[in-house]
């Protein structure tokens, strides 16, 4: 079945630096890729989302391609905040069926 | 964007009690709403699917008398937690699809802590 893996973290960086989150997927087709934060003690916010190979989804600094080839959608930022501190999870929805979430990574940034 | 509400967002209750969850489209309809339950610095485990008018299909290993799902509007489903025990302490957190682009939008979850 479809599934998503990611680095599990957690990640601890310093203001300023630059993130790298992994993930990689394996899915049958051409499946939809998003990338979701959480918030302590929160729900859900959709980050980015691309729809197909070579899109690249962008919000609040955040960036991630989506790469046929290596069916992968790693998540970048130039330079953290300590705000950006929470759980990211990548995600895939295979043509309208349920999603498929990664175990998330825990982002922590220090002042 | 779309909105997805649940109510509670908090609930405490005794063992053996039921608990009652919404979830709500608030500005679209949605003939799917999924349930998921995530266990701490876990992440999403998918319990259902529920689509308005039909019965609920549960994913394997989710029992179906404990946690009853109720689809009775295209913005409304809700889940009940019955005679809850302390094991059934998680977040729950509901999404709706969205039928103009076919995208899920998730609810804000419900924190239950069964004591």
């Known amino acids: 079945g479809d599934s998503v893996t990611q680095m599990e973290g957690p990640v601890t960086l310093s203001e300023e630096a630059f993130l790298t989150i992994n993930c990689t997927y394996t899915a049958t087709g051409y499946p939809s890729l998003f990338w979701y934060v959480q918030y302590p003690g929160e729900g859900l916010q959709l980050l980015l989302k691309?729809?197909?190979?070579?899109d690249k989804g962008s919000n609040k600094g955040f960036e991630a391609t989506y790469r046929k080839e290596t069916t992968s959608f790693h998540l970048e930022k130039g330079s953290v905040q300590v705000s950006d501190s929470a759980v990211y999870f990548c995600a895939l929805d295979n043509y309208g069926q349920n999603f498929v979430f990664g175990p998330g990574t825990r982002l922590s940034v220090l002042p | 964007g779309a909105v997805v509400s649940q109510h509670p967002s908090r609930v405490i209750c005794k063992s053996g009690t039921s608990v009652k969850i919404e979830c709500r489209s608030l500005?679209?309809?949605?003939?799917?709403m999924f349930w998921y339950r995530q266990f701490p610095k876990k992440s999403l485990m998918l319990m259902a699917t529920?689509?308005?008018?039909?019965?609920?299909?549960?994913e394997q290993g989710v029992e179906k008398d404990k946690f009853l799902i109720n689809h009775a509007s295209l913005t409304l489903s809700t889940l009940t937690v019955t005679s809850a025990h302390p094991e059934d302490s998680s977040f729950y957190i509901c999404s709706a699809r969205a039928p103009f682009d076919n995208e899920q939008f998730f609810g804000p979850g419900t924190r239950l802590t069964v004591l």
């Open positions: 500005d679209f309809q949605a003939t799917t």
């Open positions: 691309a729809t197909k190979a070579d």
């Open positions: 529920s689509n308005e008018g039909s019965k609920a299909t549960y």
